[in-house]
């Protein structure tokens, strides 16, 4: 069983578009995160949830609004698309403290 | 700014030989960690290391942590054309719940 799953896997979309990408872990862990791989590889950390509360923004554009339903999901939704956020998304969760268990990514092509 | 910075940015080297990658990071931590990323693919723990740690076996993998220093090492030794991925440490710092990924190295073991 997949441990973290992200979905869709690949998305492309044009400009100014708005689009969601979801996650699920089945793990039990009460936090998930979301990171931004960019084309140079640099992971950074985007939001993290503890128990469906956010716990951490960094510094990211508000046009990017994390939702977690229930400690097992914490989806992600992008209104109005640019060029620049074309990279890809990976959602992660971890007990405090412990390892990261990472899903498979999403890459969001923006055109 | 990222929490931490590794290096070498790549590396190649034959298969049987060591790989040694390492880390900086600049505030204190309560562990560190090293994932690893197969092209395309999520991220995959391999190792963590607590602050009062300093050295770490797992299998042909070595992880010293030196909190003076603020600095890490990742040790592979006899390396095998599977082992190519890239290689990332991640701390976290004190009084925090997220993980800070450091810039990546990418390893390329020649069969």
Not at chain 1, 21 to 29: D, M, P, R
Not at chain 2, 12 to 39: D, F, H, P, V
Not at chain 2, 48 to 74: A, F, Q, Y
């Amino acid at each position: 069983d997949t441990a973290v799953s992200q979905t869709p896997k690949y998305l492309v979309t044009q400009m100014g578009n708005d689009k969601s990408i979801k996650c699920e872990q089945n793990l039990g862990h009460d936090t998930m995160y979301w990171y931004k791989q960019d084309s140079k590889k640099f992971l950074k950390i985007m939001f993290s949830y503890n128990n469906k509360e956010l716990i951490i923004n960094e510094t990211v554009p508000n046009r990017f609004s994390p939702k977690s339903p229930d400690k097992a999901h914490l989806n992600l939704h992008i209104n109005s698309l640019e060029l620049g956020d074309s990279a890809v998304y990976f959602c992660a969760s971890s007990d405090t403290g412990a390892v990261a268990f990472f899903g498979q990514g999403t890459r969001l092509t923006v055109v | 700014s990222q929490q931490g910075e590794e290096d070498p940015q790549a590396l190649s080297i034959q298969e049987g030989e060591n790989a040694t990658m390492n880390c900086s990071y600049k505030t204190s931590i309560n562990n560190l960690q090293w994932y690893r990323q197969n092209s395309g693919r999520g991220l995959v723990h391999l190792i963590l290391i607590r602050s009062n740690e300093r050295e770490k076996h797992s299998g042909r993998l070595r992880v010293t942590l030196d909190t003076s220093k603020k600095s890490s090492s990742l040790l592979i030794t006899a390396s095998r054309a599977a082992d190519t991925a890239s290689y990332f440490c991640a701390t976290e710092p004190l009084d925090t719940d997220k993980l800070i990924f450091g810039t990546g190295t990418r390893l390329q073991v020649f069969p």
